[in-house]
């Protein structure tokens, strides 16, 4: 009976540390949201490897929030957990990205902005990476019809930026 009080102490301790770590993370990544919202990309650079460091560990237990509905199997509850993690990941990468953009590091930012892509399907790290001034042409179309058909993406502004690139001959190339 001791050993597993024991054992449901450790593991709260366990779970409400792990708690900790990912609130520490969010709180690192609106930190640095504020920093470059103020123009400091260096320490929003630093903010947003704080977040994904404290990150860095997938554990299931700090994910799951709500209480599982009757009916739901374990591997759905870890599947969910899973894609949570990799939602929160990829908006601190995406930050990171955005940071390293505003430092005009762009090799660094691209990898980034890549594993972000990777990790969520939105349109806003192929709208960053578009922006990036070393970029050719024909690439900045290519991730900005990337970002198009992206979950999340804003025709309008997309298509904007596709006529920004000089790609193409008037308005009218642009009609899909």
Not at 6 to 27: M, N, W, Y
Not at 36 to 58: N, P, T, V, Y
Not at 60 to 70: C, H, Y
Not at 107 to 123: D, G, N, T, V
Request: glycine share 6%.
């Amino acid at each position: 009976m001791i050993t597993r009080m024991k054992h449901t102490l450790l593991l709260l301790l366990l779970a409400s540390g792990a708690v900790a770590t990912q609130d520490t993370a969010e709180k690192a990544n609106a930190r640095a949201l504020t920093l470059l919202a103020e123009g400091d990309a260096l320490g929003a650079e630093a903010s947003a490897l704080q977040s994904l460091e404290e990150s860095s560990r997938f554990d299931p237990q700090t994910e799951i929030v709500d209480r599982p509905e009757k009916g739901i199997l374990f591997e759905d509850m870890i599947t969910k957990a899973r894609d949570s993690y990799r939602e929160r990941r990829g908006r601190y990468y995406l930050t990171l990205g955005r940071a390293l953009t505003r430092l005009e590091r762009w090799m660094e930012a691209r990898k980034a902005l890549r594993r972000a892509a990777s990790l969520m399907s939105l349109a806003d790290p192929y709208l960053v990476m578009s922006s990036h001034a070393d970029l050719s042409v024909p690439v900045r179309v290519d991730l900005l019809l990337k970002a198009y058909f992206a979950t999340g993406a804003d025709p309008a502004a997309v298509k904007r930026a596709l006529w920004d690139t000089g790609a193409f001959v008037g308005p009218s190339a642009l009609q899909a």
